[in-house]
């Protein structure tokens, strides 16, 4: 299937993203976010089931084969707009001339930006009577690994997401899933409450956080969402019964 999305199986670049964004759900361990916005168009690479933090030299993996995806597929050598990193990633000096832009590491999110114009550029190769073949098949398929999907996985995936915003309520969930309402009921059919939910995410993100000793513990709070850093310090205590410092150095001995 990877394989043939920089076949003749899209129209055009965009084409090309958004099929690999929606099938790529079917192939752990990494989900794509893509924005566009004015000029720009972003895509983030966030890990699947937030069980790890994803290896940056994948994350480089899968941005080198996004663009790569579009200088196949419309024959030009194209460049990003830029490239963000969470972790050191490698050589900046060699990325930069192979993505053709600025490379900046210790950012908030694993962010490949494209020039939002090379959307539209179309595949030398399109093939319309196969595509119009090969879709409903793979639609049929995405649906059925969706429907396996717990309410509780898909919520917990989107808040491993949004947990930098800050406050995060159900509505926040919920505008990427079903209503306020609809979705609070099903999670009282699988016995878990929204609440709980966002704590055991939070919880499970400071772990793997906390694993990697490059980042400071008040980024650690950061990224889990939590502006002041003791209320961080306190919640931690009630998840492991000791502060995030002692329990990073338990880990390491």
Request: glycine letters at 6%; charged letters at 30%; proline letters at 4%.
């Amino acid at each position: 299937m990877v394989h043939s999305l920089r076949g003749p199986y899209a129209r055009d670049y965009r084409d090309a993203l958004n099929r690999m964004r929606s099938y790529k759900q079917m192939c752990p361990p990494e989900n794509l976010y893509i924005r566009e916005e004015g000029e720009r168009c972003s895509i983030e690479v966030e890990w699947q089931y937030a069980e790890r933090p994803g290896p940056p030299v994948l994350i480089g993996i899968t941005f080198a084969y996004l663009l790569e995806l579009g200088r196949r597929g419309t024959g030009r050598h194209l460049t990003a707009h830029s490239v963000e990193f969470i972790h050191p990633a490698g050589d900046v000096k060699v990325l930069e001339g192979y993505f053709g832009c600025s490379v900046r590491t210790g950012t908030d999110h694993n962010r490949l930006t494209l020039h939002r114009d090379d959307l539209n550029r179309p595949f030398a190769s399109y093939n319309e009577e196969l595509l119009d073949i090969l879709t409903p098949a793979l639609d049929r398929t995405l649906d059925e690994h969706q429907s396996k999907r717990t309410i509780r996985d898909k919520v917990k995936w989107i808040l491993s997401r949004c947990l930098t915003r800050g406050r995060i309520d159900i509505q926040t969930v919920a505008n990427e899933l079903v209503s306020d309402r609809t979705l609070q009921r099903r999670l009282t059919e699988e016995g878990i409450s929204f609440k709980k939910l966002l704590s055991q995410t939070r919880h499970e993100q400071a772990l793997l956080y906390l694993a990697d000793s490059s980042l400071e513990i008040k980024e650690v709070a950061f990224l889990v969402g939590y502006e002041d850093q003791n209320s961080f310090y306190r919640a931690f205590r009630s998840w492991e019964g000791e502060t995030p410092a002692n329990w990073r150095v338990a880990q390491e001995s």
